[in-house]
């Protein structure tokens, strides 16, 4: 081949000349695979180890809970009859007041009153559902001890050898004050491990279980486990239908396996889909390094590509030299990448090795990081490929005649920018000039600022989003100062009592009563379909409406997202209503649907008052007059009520969301230092590709008397201003595309439609600023002129 | 070596006797290696006030290290320059891009405009950084520059869009566009064809005879010949210098002589 060695000399001096990008191209590739092998392992390994602990633990297809007693001899007739019952068992549950659980030990010394979880004590299953040490060994506990969540050990940090301390209302003949537990140890719960599920289990022996059940007494409520093992597990939702038409005890919420799997892995889902983001934007931005790179150089070599055409070169041979020489790059950015992915998949699955224990698919999990980074790597050789028909462009002629091929295609400066104008100053003119002049060399740069912004951005927001008070109106509720949730094993006269005692509180500016009753309904497939309907004023503490509006008159209804698509419902479908065991049925027409991540997500709401007679829960929600505390009022009404759940949104959100709202938190550390270093990196790349290509101007620049420090504020400005530009863009992406995006994400969990709501000091002040600061100190980092680089040298290059 | 070969009568009126004994630029004992290789061996260098040196040398001499030495535009290892009463070798960087806006102006053999400005933008461009007078006079000044160099015409267009001899008298109007105390000029003509080079010249000449001071390194006999004197460099030292006078013809002659001797 003529020319073989110039045409390696060639490469490999390009290679050299732009060491730095070389490098950045590399660590690009690296972040990609070992994110990419993180999440696969993330993803892999969650949904793995949710499956293994339900499988070990014996977790039930069907639960159905229930407050009152429960009739055994008609539960066991109708197990006995229905092929689809494996097993079943009814299993009490002692709830007790989160405030009478009292942890001490070293260093600790808290109730559970905070937590905002209904605590029941129970004691170890015989047949499934059992609850696990963290060796997955089924715990039989010993007389005298108790073992606590491990989401408790890791929330309140409790050790074993604690003593759990439940009081009661008072000593009475037979009935100790108090009773002592040794913590003896932490579960895995594969119900309830999850700060999603909103009851916790706290294993005794039965002997203890007797014994807190007497110290406690009235105040503590027994709730029974209504619990079925399938035949066929994917014959849930008929068993469903059935167990209601069969008219068994149903006061209470309905789970199934699905939503067990869905609340475990939950967090780790969401943590998942921000890293696979952040891959993809990853990859996104070591395409365009390369094709940045390698567009550069090109320009640079434009004289040597054009001899060795003019010799007789083929543009078939140059292109696979430059080929082979980056995917090189990408294939040790690759490996790097694969070798540092355990370290950081072994952080992301701290919580679900502790929470589920062991996934048994560790070796899957490598192979599909492994199949990624091979992706990766070919993503970035088919973009070299693509990139290197610019090779084809250039004309040995041209390039020999001039030494580039771009001498005619300079753009006129601007008149408002000229020099002679002497608007801007010198350094300012020139320093803004070029971005009109080059605009598609700038263009590169200004995506990358604009993704990492983006990356910067969202997260936040998703974070300002999740943990703001509105953000409970994602959650099928309105904003309120008080919420009072009544669970139907309470008397039922209480929602009453408390609904007139709000209307004479002086305190109180207005407050609405909403029942939740239980009804049924035929989907769009024939199938029947559970509905909790919520009735009553729900115009004065409104929700969000993804789309359609509020019911307001008493033949509309409006549907979760999840509830919609599970009866293939929309706006302007009719659908009608039944109550469970006969009773009017309602004909409805859906005007609205909308977000929500409790009870499942499905959930619907109407203004008709219900003809169902089985009322699953009421909610009282109620704003104090201006002038009042609203902690001080929602205080009050938790220690009148002990046995019901008070909170205030806040209160409310952080129960509900807290899991989440950590980890976005997490997710917005990491992606603040990926967004960071991506703009370093770029502007490092960017600023050394750039002066390299503009030495002969820079050396003129110096030898007509330009001080360093003066070119330097050139190139500082543009990369200022490009940086402005993109955070600006940045910023409208998060807001528009990003809560687009974490609605898609979310909707898994019945989230659709999410309006981000931006931390102003945070998203347009802090950010930025430390964005700027980053990129500031970068730029005059990498502009700053090396030791032996002299003016008479560059010139004479 | 530092022989002074016979000084003729000269026509031209010398610049010691325009301007006074008072030099321009004083050099003395300049050393400069590049890495073991010393490219100059101590060379000392008067120019007086208006006064014209062209610097000639074989390939390797020294002819452009010299220059650039003595522009500031390379730093020397040994030895003294001053310009205007100004020591350049103790400066630092900044310091002497100042001094290079101040005092120098530059011609080079490539014409080093940039390329997105204008001919008016790039003359004004140094004057614009320092704000030396208002926009409107800077482009008055750049403006009659032009006009006496004949492009007064070009003062929109685009460096890629005019020729090379009217880009390298765009260079001198920007060389000049400051007043500057001296010119230096690296082969100004090196890439112009004859009749641009003597466009070019006659210009530098004109600046020269209003007593713009000139150092030009050239391997054009016909350029040296318009000089008042000229070095010769050769092996890093100055081997000969030629004080000029007579009519063009002669000095062509006595810079071609010269060069024979010295073997350029």
């Keep these: ?797 | 070596m530092d022989k002074l070969s016979t000084a003729e009568r000269t026509e031209q009126p010398g610049p010691a006797e325009r301007t006074g004994p008072a030099p321009a630029l004083v050099a003395t004992g300049i050393r400069k290696a590049y890495g073991d290789t010393e490219i100059l061996h101590g060379i000392d260098l008067t120019v007086a006030e208006g006064e014209f040196v062209a610097v000639m040398g074989p390939s390797g001499s020294g002819k452009s290290t010299l220059l650039h030495c003595l522009a500031g535009l390379d730093r020397v290892d040994a030895g003294s320059v001053r310009l205007a009463g100004i020591e350049l070798t103790g400066l630092s960087a900044d310091e002497l891009a100042d001094r290079r806006r101040e005092l120098m102006g530059f011609v080079f053999q490539q014409p080093t405009l940039l390329r997105d400005l204008t001919l008016l933008d790039n003359i004004v461009l140094t004057g614009a950084l320092d704000r030396i007078g208002t926009p409107a006079e800077r482009t008055a000044h750049a403006e009659a520059l032009m006009a006496r160099a004949g492009i007064a015409e070009l003062r929109d267009r685009m460096p890629g869009e005019v020729s090379g001899g009217q880009l390298q008298r765009a260079g001198v109007c920007r060389a000049l566009q400051r007043d500057p105390r001296i010119v230096y000029g690296d082969e100004p003509t090196g890439a112009l064809n004859s009749s641009a080079a003597r466009e070019v010249m006659d210009l530098l000449v004109e600046f020269n005879r209003d007593g713009t001071t000139l150092v030009v390194v050239t391997h054009d006999a016909a350029v040296a010949a318009r000089a008042h004197r000229v070095v010769f460099l050769r092996d890093g030292a100055v081997a000969e210098e030629l004080l000029l006078g007579g009519q063009p013809a002669e000095r062509v002659t006595d810079v071609v002589d010269a060069m024979r001797a010295v073997g350029v």
């Design chain 1, 1 to 797: 081949m003529p020319g073989a060695r110039e045409l390696r000399t060639l490469t490999r001096n390009a290679l050299r000349r732009s060491g730095v990008s070389a490098v950045i191209l590399v660590a690009f590739v690296a972040l990609a695979a070992m994110l990419a092998g993180a999440a696969a392992a993330l993803v892999v390994s969650a949904t793995g180890a949710t499956e293994a602990l339900m499988q070990r633990a014996r977790t039930p297809h069907y639960l159905q809970m229930h407050t009152g007693p429960v009739d055994r001899d008609r539960m066991a007739a109708f197990a006995e009859q229905n092929p689809l019952v494996a097993q079943w068992a009814v299993v009490p549950m002692l709830t007790v007041d989160g405030a009478a659980v009292r942890i001490s030990g070293p260093g600790v010394d808290t109730t559970l009153a905070d937590s905002l979880q209904d605590n029941s004590f129970v004691t170890q299953n015989a047949e499934f559902d059992f609850l696990l040490d963290t060796d997955d060994r089924v715990i039989q506990p010993a007389p005298g001890t108790v073992w606590l969540p491990l989401f408790y050990r890791e929330e309140l940090g409790l050790a074993t050898g604690n003593v759990v301390t439940v009081t009661g209302p008072g000593a009475t003949a037979g009935t100790p004050a108090q009773t002592r537990l040794v913590v003896a140890g932490f579960l895995r719960d594969s119900q309830m491990n999850s700060s999603y599920a909103s009851s916790k289990r706290l294993l005794v022996a039965p002997d203890d279980l007797a014994a807190v059940q007497r110290t406690v007494a009235e105040t503590g409520t027994i709730e029974q486990l209504i619990q079925f093992r399938l035949t066929d597990p994917a014959a849930v939702g008929t068993f469903e239908v059935q167990y209601r038409e069969a008219g068994l005890e149903a006061g209470g919420p309905t789970i199934t396996w699905s939503l067990f799997t869905l609340v475990n892995s939950l967090s780790e889902g969401i943590t998942a889909a921000i890293v696979i983001l952040v891959t993809v934007l990853l990859v996104a931005i070591a395409l365009l390094c390369v094709r940045f790179t390698l567009l550069t150089t090109i320009e640079q070599d434009q004289r040597q590509i054009g001899v060795l055409k003019a010799v007789g070169v083929r543009g078939r041979d140059l292109r696979r030299l430059y080929t082979g020489r980056y995917l090189a790059l990408a294939v040790a950015g690759a490996l790097l990448g694969v070798a540092l992915a355990p370290l950081l998949s072994r952080s992301l699955l701290a919580r679900v090795d502790l929470f589920m224990g062991p996934s048994g698919r560790g070796g899957w999990a490598l192979l599909v990081g492994w199949v990624l980074a091979a992706g990766i790597v070919a993503v970035v050789g088919l973009s070299v490929r693509r990139t290197l028909r610019a090779l084809d462009r250039v004309s040995p002629v041209e390039a020999l005649r001039s030494g580039t091929a771009a001498a005619g295609r300079v753009r006129r400066t601007p008149r408002w920018l000229s020099v002679s104008r002497g608007r801007l100053g010198a350094n300012l003119s020139l320093g803004l000039a070029d971005l009109g002049r080059r605009p598609g060399m700038y263009a590169v740069p200004l995506v990358i600022f604009t993704l990492a912004s983006f990356i910067l951005i969202v997260p936040q927001n998703l974070y300002s989003t999740v943990t703001a008070p509105g953000f409970i109106t994602h959650m099928g509720a309105g904003v309120s100062d008080l919420r009072i949730d009544i669970r139907q094993t309470a008397d039922p006269r209480r929602a009453g009592e408390l609904d007139a005692a709000l209307a004479g509180d002086p305190q109180v500016a207005r407050h609405s009563l909403l029942v939740t009753a239980d009804y049924a309904a035929t989907a769009a497939d024939g199938t029947d379909v559970r509905l909790k309907i919520e009735s009553g004023d729900l115009a004065m503490f409104p929700i969000r409406y993804a789309t359609g509006q509020q019911p307001s008159a008493p033949d509309q209804l409006a549907l979760s997202t999840m509830q919609a698509q599970q009866l293939g419902a929309r706006v302007g479908d009719p659908v009608v209503v039944r109550p469970p065991g006969g009773g009017q049925p309602l004909a409805l027409t859906v005007v609205g649907i909308y977000s929500d991540v409790t009870n499942g997500g499905r959930t619907a709401k109407m203004v008709a008052p219900h003809t169902s007679t089985q009322v699953m829960w009421s909610t009282l929600l109620a704003d104090v007059v201006p002038g009042a505390d609203p902690a001080a009022v929602v205080g009050a009404y938790a220690a009148a009520n002990p046995d019901l759940r008070v909170s205030s949104v806040d209160d409310y959100v952080q129960a509900t969301m807290g899991g989440t709202a950590q980890v976005l938190r997490d997710a917005s550390v990491i992606s603040l230092l990926v967004g960071l270093a991506i703009a370093a990196l770029i502007t490092a790349l960017f600023l050394r590709l750039l002066l390299t290509a503009d030495s002969a101007r820079v050396a003129t620049l110096r030898a007509l008397g330009f001080r360093d420090g003066q070119i330097r504020a050139q190139y500082a400005i543009r990369t200022v201003v490009l940086l402005l530009v993109g955070v600006v863009l940045g910023a409208v992406l998060a807001n528009t595309v990003g809560g687009l995006l974490a609605g898609l994400l979310l909707s898994g969990v019945g989230l659709t439609r999410l309006d981000l709501i931006a931390n102003p000091l945070l998203a347009w002040l802090a950010t930025p600023a430390v964005l700027l600061l980053t990129v500031a100190v970068t730029a005059y980092a990498s502009t700053r002129p090396g030791a032996d680089q002299s003016i008479t040298a560059t010139m004479k290059e």
